[in-house]
């Protein structure tokens, strides 16, 4: 195979589309899968029940809509940094909910390379960290106000 095809792997795993899709979709956190251009090109059904957007409106390079407008740039640079090094990273950032609240996710992105160590394609988790992050700006206040 000269170009990783997530469809063509998992069907010559004996692997099917659909079983893939249920296992992904079953996963409790949101996947994504993109091009090695970082362009998005597979989100599962958890992410898309969490933006509310369908997949032709998050695909390519619309996903970035959803991080709050604040944490946008260090997203972005943060995600080109990435792509150039061709190497896994993470960073937290905030996603817009359907209800437009944001929360806090950790937002991970691991290279797939071929045997000369180009990336194929790549893949993500974005974790909902939101209550972890809340209790740690609390317990931080509570230190600053010396209420700890």
């Not at 958890?46 to 740039?73: E, F, N």
């Amino acid at each position: 195979m000269s170009s990783f095809d997530l469809q063509t792997a998992f069907a010559q795993t004996n692997g099917s589309e659909r079983l893939l899709r249920a296992i992904v979709d079953a996963i409790p956190t949101q996947i994504w899968f993109g091009r090695a251009d970082g362009a998005a090109e597979f989100i599962n059904q958890r992410w898309l029940d969490y933006t509310g957007l369908s997949a032709d409106k998050a695909l390519g390079w619309k996903w970035i809509d959803t991080v709050h407008p604040d944490d946008r740039p260090a997203v972005l640079e943060h995600w080109q940094n990435l792509l150039r090094l061709g190497e896994s990273g993470e960073i937290e950032a905030r996603l817009r909910r359907t209800d437009g609240e944001y929360r806090w996710f950790l937002l991970c992105a691991y290279p797939l390379h071929d045997d000369s160590g180009c990336v194929l394609r790549w893949c993500g988790s974005n974790t909902d960290i939101d209550d972890r992050k809340r209790a740690e700006m609390l317990l931080g206040l509570r230190r600053d106000a010396g209420s700890y």
